[in-house]
């Protein structure tokens, strides 16, 4: 049976559908934290805040506003962040893997070529023997 | 016979300086000309001078050094003089330690020449009682600086890329030593905490020694066929 | 004339780990609480740090390999142990020159809103920096010599020599200035309090040394193959002296 080779066209889109499938699956953790950011609060103390009292409460909203602007301000920061260390992992392993298949591809041609030199070389020493 | 060996090299090479005077001469010249082009970088005056004026002169000796250990290892590149030098009975222990005493000479010789007159053109006062700690740090520091720049000048002289690789790989490697040096010129100066010094002096011993008992090791596994 | 196995199977590992390097991400983003002071910018501490120890750990590692190319060239018998150890310490500088540009990218990205600059000169940015650029350094030598007996022995030589001069410059720095750099994974500045956020870093400090791993092994397989294409080159030389 003849084992499956993938065509050369699929095996040079494998990078790019790797790279495509690692951008396309942090682009949501990334997208959907600005939301997050905004909506949880962990250490704002929301409960603890006797509602009654005006200053406690201007406080915690004070806090609260914070903490979003701190969020707000620092998010493009995160996201050029995780892009930036995608893009140099992606970046790299598609280069090297490239150069490793070219490599790879060169050895087989050289392999090649060195057992052919070698028969047409035996070849003819015994026939320089013989004669 | 290594004692003879590293005499043999290092009076070889100080006789050839000391006929044509070329090392030193360039050398002291670009010093002074560092000097020149920072005093008119930093516009200096009297308090910025305090501020950067160990570092300038730590900058000068780390450029001009590196000059000299070209004009050191240029000579030897003719006619493949290293592997004739690298083949004396005493092997590239001799060379590597001759040469080290070779660079630390120019540059002192450099820096006594130099010295005065920078001092003079950054015009930051020196008192008396600063000059054993200044010259120590000096000492130190050019010695550490030689043991490093020496290693990789030896090994990197015969590539055709020597000008940029000995930089690149030199200068990380003795950044310690540099800010030893400033921290201890700045003390000599009257600048910086009072027990500061003694930290940076055992810092850049403790370089020292590192390097006086790795880099022989590392240049006589390097250079052996 | 190609084997099979060979065009499907290499996709498998990094598959795996990017899947896993997301996974992490995920854990970071989704489970992790949010730090007080700095806020949700924090969360690139997972992956700077994470590659920050990878990156020194792989010098490190290099340096080793390399004294031990040194010490075994000459030995007879030791000559394949050499070579593959020459092989790995070259992979192992190119894998932590590459983690580190991650962290020198993603350092000033986070110090940005965290400090307000982009750069400072704290001890261990700082030692990163140097040590980077010493192998930086190796790196174009290698460039410049791939089979030249004596370009590997200059590399070696530098690897070995960058490693002490790595932890002076950062004790020197630590003289030189106290640095405001969170003492985060020691707990001096009180970071990773909550155990999610220990245990998202421990997972992201596993996953990133595991890509380094495989990374590296890519590295020393393509080294050995650029070998073995120097080597045949020379066989074919050879015949075709024969033939004539």
Redesign the interface.
Known sequence: MRPFVPSATVRRLTPVAFMLLVVASSAPAISAEPQRALTFEADAPTESVDSNEPLALLASCDKKLESCTTDAVGMPYLIAAYLVLWAILVIYFTLARRGQRRLREELDELRALVREYEDTFLKGSEGDTTA | MTAKTIWLILRKDVLIELRTREVLTSMALFAVLIVVVFAFAFSLDETRAKLVGPGIIWVTILFAGTLGLYRLFDRERDHAAMSGLLLAPAGPLAVYIAKVLGLVIFITVTEIIVLPLMLAFIGVPLPLEGIPLFALALLLGVLGFSLVAVLFGGMLASTRLREVLIPIVVYPVVVPVIIGGVKLTGAAMGDGLPGEADNWLRLMAGFDIIYLALCPWVFTRVMVE | ??A?Q???R??FM??LL?AAL?GV??FV??VT??E?Q????Y??FY??VA?AMSCLSLFFICAIASIGY??LR?RKGWGRIATLSDQVAHGLAEIGV?YG??VL??GP??A???WGTYWNWEPRLTLLL??F??F???L??RA??QRDE??K??A???A???I??AL??H???Q??KGGNHPQVVTGEGGGLADPAMRQGFAMAVGTVAL?AIY?VW??V??HQ??D??EM??L??SD??E??R
Do not use: C
């Open positions: 004339m190609k099979p060979s065009s499907l290499p996709v990094p598959l990017g997301m991400i995920y983003f989704a609480p949010r007080q700095m806020g949700e910018v969360k690139i992956f700077h590659s040194l010490v000459n590459l540009a991650i990218t993603t990205i986070w940005k809103p965290a140097l040590t650029f010493l930086v350094g190796y174009v030598l410049y010599g004596k370009v022995n200059m070696s030589g530098i070995v020599v960058g002490p001069a002076l410059t004790f020197a720095i003289l030189w890509l990374l890519m590295r397989k393509t193959m650029r073995e294409v045949l080159f066989d074919m015949l075709e024969a033939r």
